[in-house]
Each structure stands twice: as C-alpha cells, then as structure tokens.
C-alpha cells in the first residue's frame, strides 16, 4: 500500500542554519511527489511538487528538493532558514484512484527556529 | 478569486449533533477533494467529485458521513449523529484538471 514517512517529528534549527526535512515513500508506481508548508490556522500551501524530470526541484520561498529514486526519498532542503519558515511541513504522493487521483501525506514535520 | 472558502472555519458541537460544513472551490476548478486531518496527522483523503459526481469515497467514510456538490461548485459535508472521535480539522481542495490542488483553511470541529 502506498504510504509515506517523515521520519522527524520535531525539528528544531538556528535561523541563517540550513535545513533538511526528510521524506521517504512507498508507492508500486512512478511517484508523484510534493511537499506542502502548513502554518497555524492556515490551509496547506505548496512549497514544490516532482512528476518527471531533472530530480533536482526549485520551489516556493527558496526550497528545494531532490527526488532519488534508489532511496525512495525526497527531502526538502533550504540553505538558509528564516524564522518565518516555522511552520509544519508535510510531504505527499500523488495516488491513482479508478476515477482520479489523491494526494497521501506524512505525519509532518513541525520546525522551529531559534534566534 | 480569493481562493479556496470554507465555512464555518470552526465548530463546537455536543455528541449526537449533526453538523454542516460548507467548501467553496476556486471558481474554473472541476475537482474537489475533502480531506480529514486529526492532532499529530496529515490530512487523509475522504472523497473527491469531479463536477457535481462524487466519484471516489475513502472507507474511512462512515454512513454518517455525506458529502455533495449539488451543481458542480460549492460542496457541503454532512456528518450526522457526531462522535467524539469526529472532532479534526476537514480540508477542502480544488484544482482543474491535473493542475496544482489548492487547499482552504479548513473548519476545526470539536465535538463535546
């Protein structure tokens, strides 16, 4: 069954530190992958998502992500972190249903950042 | 557009209630997704229409569960006879055709 895991419940970083949130899944198909940054109160807003293609993916507010294949994993980077990164992230694989398709997350990540 | 609209974006209710919750999709988009997120979880899909046909239920959906899209724009999600365990956060999407999916803040309900 098609599933993924975030594997860092808590992450905490220092502000200006880099960043690396990991994502492993498992799905029989080629994966269609996302990650998506949810702050309190809010809906789910998407940072980046991999269909095909380089496996290096540029995203939203200076993150990026690399799909690799052999590890079943796509973790979200970010060289530099900002104290408004705070936030809970959460990565997703695209699902094929018999009449569509839907998205099946991880558990999220929370990050905090210090001063 | 101002994106996806969900009402109310919280709600109290006493066990055995029924409740109502209202999604109002970016206007182009054919497709809408409800999905349930609970403490400590990522949100699980529950169901999706394609215009106004409900085309794929999660079997977490219960019979209390009901979910329309009466002429292909907004939906509403019924859950009758609520349940403590009823209490999470309900997600609605949209996206058209096989474009980026935009979520709406959500509607936390709390059954007590």
């Known amino acids: 069954a098609q599933s993924v895991t975030q594997p860092d419940i808590h992450i905490t970083v220092s502000e200006g530190a880099s960043l690396e949130l990991r994502c492993n899944y498992s799905y029989g198909a080629t994966p269609y992958l996302f990650w998506y940054v949810q702050s309190p109160g809010q809906g789910l807003q998407l940072l980046l998502k991999y269909f095909s293609g380089d496996t290096l993916v540029q995203g939203i507010k200076g993150f990026e992500a690399e799909f690799k294949r052999s590890q079943s994993s796509f973790n979200l980077r970010k060289p530099s972190v900002h104290w408004s990164d705070a936030a809970e992230y959460f990565c997703a694989v695209g699902v094929v249903m018999e009449y569509g398709n839907k998205l099946v997350f991880g558990a999220g990540t929370i990050l905090r950042v210090k001063s | 557009d101002t994106g996806v609209s969900q009402n109310p974006r919280h709600k109290i209710t006493k066990r055995g209630q029924n409740v109502t919750f209202r999604c109002d999709p970016i206007s182009e988009h054919n497709r809408l997704y409800w999905y349930r997120q609970t403490l400590g979880q990522g949100p699980e899909f529950l169901t999706y229409?394609?215009?106004?046909?409900?085309?794929?239920k999660s079997r977490l959906l219960s019979d209390r569960f009901s979910a329309e899209r009466p002429k292909g724009s907004f939906s509403t999600l019924e859950i009758q006879r609520t349940e403590q365990g009823d209490s999470a956060m309900y997600l609605c999407?949209?996206?058209?055709?096989?474009?980026?999916?935009?979520f709406g803040q959500g509607t936390r309900l709390t059954v007590v």
């Open positions: 229409f394609q215009n106004e046909a409900q085309l794929e």
């Open positions: 999407a949209s996206r058209q055709g096989n474009t980026e999916a935009f």
